[in-house]
């Protein structure tokens, strides 16, 4: 089995003191590993991010709920958009965690969509690890430090904005009409896909958006409709 690194960096980077480093490594150990390591000693980290979920989910409600008067529509979607897995993994970045992380080496090689998928899980178990071995105002903190702290970009830039559901409510309301989602492209290996799609009224093209999954180039493609829709408003 390959040496450990020290997780004394990463420690100090998040700013806590803990009892059982065990926890913060059982946090950063992959299901995978434990596949080339079975005698490793340690579980994987699927129910610390079962719990980090849990915690984060509730550090954010509370946040946003003191924090922003908002209906509650916009308060789900601020939250679903601060803690969804590419902020996460965007976050995770931050940390610095990758490092740190314990992979098979097949899971190593693999830098595509799937190991964002891993970063994300790993920040929600790294939470769920501070709860458990320092519990709920530690856990806070660290939140507060690395993610609600993005929340003031994620309004600035609408980030929150489901732009389907409001291009799809314009255009019923302008035209009776339903917008269409169409893939026009493609491309990249399973792993990496990129897609490219454009919404549609009738047969009329309103805007096109590309991104790694459907969604997203779905809610790029209304963003772009709504802008265009607008701007034809105004003429």
Known sequence: MEALPSLAPLIERLGVSLSDEKTLLQALTHRSYLNENPDFGLDHNERLEFLGDAVLELVVTDY????????????????????????????????????????????????????????????????????????????????????????????EKGLYIDTKSKFQELAQDRFRITPVYKVLKESGLDHEKQFVIGVFLHEKNMGEGSGSSKQEAQQQAAKQALANLENDLKT
Request: aromatic share 8%; hydrophobic share 40%; no cysteine.
């Open 64 to 155: 946003l709920y003191q924090n922003y008067p908002l209906p509650e529509g916009e308060l789900t979607n601020l939250r679903s958009a601060i803690v969804r897995g590419e902020m996460l993994s965007k976050i995770a970045f931050e940390m610095d965690i990758e490092p740190f992380l314990l992979l098979s080496r097949g899971e190593k090689k693999d830098t595509g969509k799937a190991r964002q998928y891993i970063l994300a899980n790993a920040v929600e178990a790294i939470i769920g690890a501070i709860y458990k071995d320092q519990g709920y105002s530690a856990a806070k903190n660290v939140i507060t430090t690395f993610i609600i702290s993005k929340l003031p970009e994620v309004v």
